[in-house]
């Protein structure tokens, strides 16, 4: 998925300037994600995970948030090309200040959504990627995990909705952060490549503020000869061609 473009069923996602191209993190987290009417998606990338929610919610309003300029300038481009163009709103900026910065508020009210989604930065090791944008979309530097999911409380009704796409490495980190914020898990998909292989990334699913009992599932994307997965197609038949 390393293309200038990206042709879903409904919308095209161009993606020649960010330096994070569509990639399994995000259309993952775009159709497992839970969903709502009042959207925001922190960390929006070329604005795959937005597009994706604005399809399978036709009356969701969707607010996406990125930092980086190159990765905002093709958002921007495919949400204004896609046919969710009225129902999806860029904001530019830093998620860290949004909570309390009334300029990216758009003239509205601070803002309460019932779903949250993010693909968040992971690394917090001291190499960072000669590459900025790179860099800044895969480091905790640029956004911690604490400041992600403090935000993210903030801005969630309760019982929202908060859904990340979170590598192995990072599994346990996250998790403990959500919970001691005061989420608890509704949904957790362990993702594995092949059958062989233990997984590689989480789906992860919580709820503000009530109890609940987590469903957790292991799913596969491929069979064993390569082949996309009954599961990987089922939950994609929406989207890829």
């Known amino acids: ?31 497992l994600g839970e969903g709502g009417s009042r959207v925001l998606d922190i960390g929006a990338g070329t604005g795959v995970v937005s597009l994706m929610f604005a399809q399978r919610f036709p009356d969701a309003q969707v607010t996406a948030i990125e930092i980086d300029d190159n990765a905002y300038l093709d958002a921007y481009d495919n949400f204004a090309a896609s046919p969710f163009a009225d129902r999806l709103t860029l904001v530019k900026g830093n998620f860290s200040k949004f909570s309390s910065d009334e300029s990216l508020w ?13 693909n968040p930065p992971y690394y917090d090791d001291s190499f960072e990627n000669p590459d900025e944008g790179r860099t800044r979309a895969r480091h905790t530097s640029s956004l911690s995990f604490h400041d992600l ?19 192995v490495e990072a599994f346990k980190r996250f998790t403990a952060e959500c919970l001691i914020t005061g989420f608890c898990m509704k949904h957790c998909y362990a ?9 590689k990334r989480f789906i992860l699913v919580f709820k503000k503020g009530m109890h609940c009992e987590p469903v957790e599932e292991i799913c596969c994307l491929l069979n064993a000869d390569g082949s996309r997965s009954e599961w990987y197609q089922e939950i994609m038949k929406e989207f890829y061609l």
């Open 1 to 31: 998925m390393s293309n200038d473009y990206f042709q879903f069923k409904q919308f095209t996602v161009r993606q020649p300037r960010a330096a994070m191209k569509v990639g399994t993190d995000g259309v993952l987290l775009g159709t």
């Open 106 to 118: 758009h003239g509205q009210e601070k803002p309460v959504f019932d779903c949250i989604v993010s």
């Open 149 to 167: 999911v403090s935000g993210a409380y903030s801005l969630l009704e309760d019982g929202g909705f908060f859904s990340a796409s979170i590598p």
């Open 191 to 199: 993702i594995k490549t092949v059958p062989r292989k233990q997984p």
